[in-house]
């Protein structure tokens, strides 16, 4: 079945240093993979869409990769900032245009002063 | 300006009674969406509506309909409320035409006791 995984366990971080959040997926092609961040008692915010054929996508201090033969991505978040503690979330688009994406479970990220 | 909006923020309510979740976003988004998110955290979608036309229905209990008087809202009707109902319930809107990104209300708290 198809499945994605995001550490449930909390990445704690100190201010200043590069946080490395993971989203991997088996039994699944997406051809889109979003990122999302979610804040408690609010609903998810979109940051950054990785199309299949993308490698990279970077937007201000984030960085997403898309590594299609491994099926993962990685989120990267450089110069990290307490204010950016928040639970971040992957989505997978499947190709076909359904435009319903598939959410993993996301990470926790604590970034300390 | 809010641009998706729901109502109730909470809704606090016994077993058994029938209750609405209302939504509307200003965006002038084409497609729209309901999703539970229970206390694991997992965003599961429940509905997906395109130019007030459903288009996904999960596997989820009758006891749940949705109605799009119009593509700026989408409301949930929920019929005989179950303990198992309880979760945070978003809706969300997504341009639809080739743009994957969601766009979040902040969620519904729904209690049944």
């Known amino acids: 079945s198809q499945k994605i995984e995001q550490n449930s366990e909390a990445l704690n971080i100190q201010e200043g240093k590069t946080a490395t959040l993971t989203c991997n997926y088996t039994?699944?092609?997406?051809?889109?993979l979003q990122w999302y961040r979610q804040d408690p008692g609010r609903g998810p915010v979109f940051l950054l869409l990785?199309?299949?054929?993308?490698k990279e996508k970077r937007k201000e201090r984030l960085k997403v990769t898309f590594d299609t033969t491994l099926k993962q991505s990685l989120f990267h978040i450089t110069a990290s900032q307490p204010a950016d503690s928040a639970t971040y979330l992957c989505a997978l688009d499947p190709a076909g245009g359904s435009y319903i994406p598939t959410f993993g479970r996301g990470t926790s990220l604590i970034v300390h002063p | 300006d809010t641009a998706v909006s729901q109502t109730p923020k909470y809704l606090v309510t016994q077993m058994g009674n029938d209750k609405s979740i209302k939504c509307e976003q200003n965006?002038?988004?084409?497609?729209m969406y309901w999703y539970k998110q229970d206390s694991k955290k997992f965003l599961k979608i429940m509905f997906s509506?395109?130019?007030?036309?459903?288009?996904i229905n999960e596997t989820v209990p009758n006891r749940f309909s949705p109605k799009s008087p119009d593509k700026a809202h989408l409301n949930l009707h929920i019929n005989s409320l179950e303990l198992g109902d309880s979760a945070v319930y978003f809706c969300?809107?997504?341009?639809?035409?080739?743009?994957?990104?969601?766009?979040f209300g902040p969620g519904t708290r729904l209690t049944v006791t």
């Open positions: 965006l002038g988004h084409d497609t």
């Open positions: 039994n699944y092609s997406p051809a889109y």
């Open positions: 509506y395109n130019n007030k036309e459903l288009i």
């Open positions: 990785i199309r299949e054929n993308e």
């Open positions: 969300a809107s997504s341009p639809g035409t080739g743009e994957h990104e969601q766009y």
